[in-house]
């Protein structure tokens, strides 16, 4: 039926602030919370894990003061376990961890949840989900990397689509209809509904939020109403 949303989902859509104007980094996260934004995502990269070096807890302190919004943290870091208690410390709600690397999950996960934040996994585009089924029950949310992280603004892997669907797919056949699918890299007005209709409900999106050469608040509606197949409805005169 046109109109009508295949994913039964709540779409939310969670801009990463690594494409953001640091100089004016409290700015753009209020816009962003003006915008209708879900969650702050914030990009954690060490030089090692990926080649870029980025944010550390500093930052993420700085924006939990600026911010009432849920942060998300996605860590693209080697030893992440040393670093759970600093970043929960610092503000975080969820932790993510990558799978690459990590092979004492259940470890890593419940030491997320014991200090009080919710656990994520995240997969790069080339790791298989036959490697995921026996973790899935454990994590509350799943992020697909739609491109090899490290940098912001990066191609779309377009066999990723399938990706989502077959994740989603397995997610109902373990009984767990609450998990999110979240997306990363690439995520822009063009993807975004063919991501929703495969099962994704979490859009992370960097430069198709902060360097779309138009305002932040704007950039979001327009990705929302790509991502749902609803009009653009700029949220912020909804308070006016
Ligand atoms: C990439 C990061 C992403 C990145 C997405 O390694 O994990 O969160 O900021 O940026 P865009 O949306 O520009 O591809
Ligand atoms: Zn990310």
């Known amino acids: 039926m046109p109109g009508m949303d295949s994913n039964p989902y709540r779409v939310k859509i ?11 980094l409290g700015e753009q996260v209020a816009a962003a919370e003006r915008g209708g934004a879900d969650a702050i995502h ?8 990926v080649p870029n070096i980025t944010i550390g807890p500093l930052v993420v302190e700085a924006v939990r003061r600026v911010t009432a919004l849920p942060l998300h943290v996605h860590l693209m870091i080697e030893e992440p376990a040393r670093y759970v208690q600093d970043f929960i410390g610092a503000g975080a709600d969820m932790l993510v ?7 004492t999950l259940h470890r890593l996960i419940e030491s997320i949840r014991e200090a009080g934040a919710r ?8 790791t298989s989900l036959s490697l995921v089924d026996e973790i899935l029950p454990y994590v509350d949310l799943v992020l697909v990397m739609t491109v090899d992280p490290g940098f912001g603004g990066q191609k779309f892997i377009p066999t990723m689509y399938d990706k989502v669907r077959r994740l989603r797919q397995m997610a109902l056949s373990l009984g767990l209809a609450e998990l ?4 990363d890299g690439g995520v822009n007005a ?11 409900n ?3 999106a960097g430069a198709a939020v902060f360097a779309a050469g138009r305002p932040v608040e704007e950039a979001i509606a327009t990705l929302r109403a790509a991502a749902t197949g609803l009009p653009a409805v700029d949220s912020t005169r909804d308070s006016d």
Do not use: K, Q, Y
């Open 119 to 126: 656990p994520g996994l995240a997969l790069n585009p080339s």
């Open 190 to 200: 063009t993807t975004a509904r063919s991501l929703t209709e495969a099962g994704a």
């Open 14 to 24: 969670a801009p990463s602030i690594l494409s953001a104007d640091f100089a004016r």
């Open 202 to 204: 979490v859009l992370v």
């Open 42 to 49: 914030v990009d954690v990269m060490d030089g090692r894990f």
């Open 97 to 103: 961890v990558h799978l690459e690397g990590n092979w």
């Open 180 to 183: 999110d699918v979240e997306v």
